[in-house]
């Protein structure tokens, strides 16, 4: 087996805190300043939609990445117990 313990990358409660507030912040500082903004309203209606799709795909971006890096990390653990079963199965002193 493996000496490398399984390493879950799990965010600690702080770094999902700070997360979650920075967003909120940004996203209504973002909110106040179109509202506070001299335009029209299909102008404010432009830009509040603009945001809301780039938070959208923001968010679908950041779960595809995510996908992609799981979906390697196992890729790589299956070859990896492959190696560890052809290592095990191996005796060089057998004779043929």
């Not at 909120?24 to 509202?35: E, K, R, Y």
């Amino acid at each position: 087996m493996s000496n490398t313990p399984n390493a879950q990358s799990k965010s600690t409660t702080a770094f999902l805190a700070q997360a979650a507030i920075a967003f909120g912040i940004s996203f209504s500082a973002s909110i106040i300043g179109i509202l506070y903004l001299p335009l029209d309203i299909w102008q404010r209606g432009f830009l509040v939609m603009s945001l809301l799709f780039l938070v959208s795909s923001s968010f679908t971006l950041a779960k595809v990445v995510r996908d992609q890096h799981e979906a390697s990390r196992v890729h790589s653990r299956i070859d990896e117990a492959r190696l560890e079963k052809l290592m095990a199965e191996h005796d060089p002193f057998k004779v043929m």
